[in-house]
């Protein structure tokens, strides 16, 4: 999809109180997309240690049915574009919500561990639909004085989306009595876990039925008058509409359709903004953000803690990872985009080195000692903490702002695939290095957020 910026004409994006009630409906609903994304990332964690013991699996073929979503990703993120060009972002959205639903009721129901990743692939789809469609449809219907604000509901809707199936995971685990393949419903605990997320995709598939197709979409197929008429619903009748509606032409003109071939050059095959944003992205997954999201509940039995402590654990941890992206949608203009990065660096220093070193002791009756055992748990929420006031949001905002509109769109493209991967090589890893050595995996995710600080200086 191509950029959507286009500066804002003379009263343009004041709208009044009236629209701009109805103007959050709008990008509330298009956010549920990032609510689903971070549901769907984050649900697995339940799961986990029920999957192993159902399906009697090692370590990595477990992680391989972990990580194969982010294959769909991928891939998903890499074609919504193209499809949402081609047929219009309300159209992607209902087709993302019948995929997420999908998954959902596949991953509840599956006949063995080959369909289970196949339903994970489908979800992962929708995620990386999600990921491109809701910021992009949020930006084009926006009225431009309120973008940025409106911009972030998709941010918020992701850990939002993270922390609230973390605590259904915790109530659903409760009502099996603390088994997570204990009866509940005609079905083991894990599986419901995986099913409930039928209904937020379905409210996303009704919610897109409420709200307007996208100005700038209806105006590329040559709809103009209906373009007017969602302007007018959108930024009050105070405007210019064929001014808009020539401004926005005007921007889609002038936008270059980048490839990359563009992005080639310099002694290192891509230009060095390219590799500062492949660095950005593949920085901010090797510091092993996602264990925390997608193995806490497996990390903190692993380490002696009960299975419904654990759940409460990964919720809080959800919690303190909404906070912080609080904070830095707070402090991201006021601070700075590099002094954020930095400090949120040094904290998932101090966070993970202080995981590694509680986690090198000798479990006593298979727990970590009481006193190792309290430093892991608030070092874990340290570390999510300076994660999400920090990296979480900031490697967004520099992928958005670095690159020159020129090559904008296709590096933009290959910074998001350097982070699926590296996502990718995170999840599917962290089993194994568990395996071999806990202390040693945090030991490797705390020099990365080290080398983190003089690459950010």
Not at 159 to 165: D, N, Q
Not at 413 to 436: E, K, R
């Amino acid at each position: 999809m191509a950029s959507t910026s286009q500066a804002p004409s003379p009263g343009a994006g004041t709208a009044h109180p009236d629209h701009l009630g109805h103007v959050i409906f709008i990008a509330a609903a298009a956010a549920m997309g990032g609510f689903l994304f971070g549901y769907d990332s984050s649900v697995i964690n339940g799961a986990v240690e029920a999957i192993r013991d159902r399906y009697d699996v090692g370590s990595a073929v477990l992680a391989q049915v972990i990580a194969v979503a982010l294959i769909g990703c991928a891939i998903g993120a890499a074609t919504a574009g193209r499809i949402a060009d081609r047929i219009g972002r309300i159209r992607c959205m209902q087709i993302a919500a019948v995929l997420f639903t999908v998954s959902a009721v596949g991953s509840a129901l599956p006949f063995a561990l080959w369909d289970l990743a196949m339903w994970r692939i489908i979800g992962g789809f929708a995620i990386g639909m999600a990921s491109v469609i809701g910021p992009a449809y949020i930006a084009e219907v926006s009225p431009p004085a309120y973008r940025g604000r409106l911009g972030s509901f998709q941010q918020a809707a992701i850990v939002i989306g993270i922390a609230v199936s973390q605590l259904v995971n915790w109530g659903l685990l409760n009502a099996a009595g603390g088994d997570q393949r204990g009866e509940l419903m005609g079905l083991e605990a894990w599986q419901v876990m995986l099913g409930v997320m039928v209904i937020p995709a379905v409210l996303y598939g009704l919610l897109s039925f409420a709200i307007p197709e996208s100005p700038r979409f209806l105006i590329s197929v040559g709809k103009r008058e209906r373009a007017k008429k969602i302007l007018e619903e959108v930024e009050g009748k105070d405007v210019d509409f064929d001014a808009r509606v020539t401004e926005i032409e005007h921007a889609m003109h002038r936008e270059e359709k980048s490839s990359f071939k563009d992005l080639l050059g310099g002694s290192f095959f891509f230009k060095p903004i390219v590799w500062i944003g492949i660095g950005l992205s593949v920085f901010q997954q090797f510091v092993g953000i996602n264990v925390a999201f997608y193995y806490s509940s497996t990390l903190w039995q692993s380490v002696g803690v009960d299975p419904a402590d654990s759940f409460f654990y990964s919720f809080t941890t959800s919690i303190i990872n909404i906070i912080g992206t609080v904070i830095a949608m707070i402090f991201v203009d006021r601070v700075g985009r590099k002094p954020l990065a930095l400090i949120g660096s040094v904290g998932m220093v101090i966070g993970l080195a202080l995981e590694a070193w509680a986690f090198s002791f000798d479990l006593v009756d298979g727990k970590l000692p009481a006193t190792q055992g309290w430093v892991a748990l608030i070092a874990a929420h340290v570390f999510v903490l300076f994660f999400a006031l920090s990296w979480g949001v900031v490697v967004w905002v520099f992928l958005g702002e670095m690159f020159p509109n020129r090559i904008r769109a296709a590096a933009l493209g290959v910074a998001a695939s350097a982070q699926w991967i590296a996502n990718w090589a995170i999840t599917a890893s962290f089993p194994s290095l568990a395996d071999w050595n806990l202390s040693g995996t945090y030991v490797i995710y705390t020099i990365f957020a080290a080398l983190s600080i003089p690459f950010v200086l």
